[in-house]
């Protein structure tokens, strides 16, 4: 059965660091890219990092490029998602995200987790 588990939620003030995670089962996830995607109040559902199976490319949406870092260890079946310089603008729903051939083949989401940044 597959699983993508997101880590808790979470309310965080505005700057210093969160890192989220997304434990993983069921699936080959070394063969996987992965991807977190978020969806704030009133808003669609945006792509916001991507990293390749091997962890040798990444792309990150422009709103947070400089601030958000993602991460994957093969060995844990884990993504991460390192959240510098929170702002309020980054509360949303954070859902972790599965592919294998752009999607073509397999597509899988977690749950999705809240983070609120409010001081």
């Known amino acids: 059965q597959v699983q993508l588990a997101e880590s808790g939620g979470v309310l965080a003030q505005p700057g210093g660091s969160l890192r989220r995670s997304c434990a993983t089962s069921?699936?080959?996830?070394?063969?996987?890219?992965m991807s977190w995607y978020r969806q704030g109040p009133g808003k669609e559902r945006e792509l916001v990092a991507f990293?390749?199976?091997?962890?040798?490319?990444?792309n990150y949406a422009g709103s947070v490029k400089g601030r958000f870092t993602i991460s994957r260890d093969n060995a844990k079946n884990t993504v991460y998602l390192q959240m510098n310089s929170r702002k309020p603008e980054d509360t949303a729903l954070y859902y972790c995200?599965?592919?294998?051939?752009?999607?073509?083949?397999?597509?899988?989401w977690g749950q999705g987790t809240q983070v609120t940044v409010s001081s």
């Open positions: 990293i390749t199976n091997t962890g040798s490319v990444t």
């Open positions: 995200n599965a592919k294998l051939g752009s999607g073509r083949l397999a597509n899988y």
């Open positions: 069921g699936f080959t996830f070394s063969a996987y890219a």
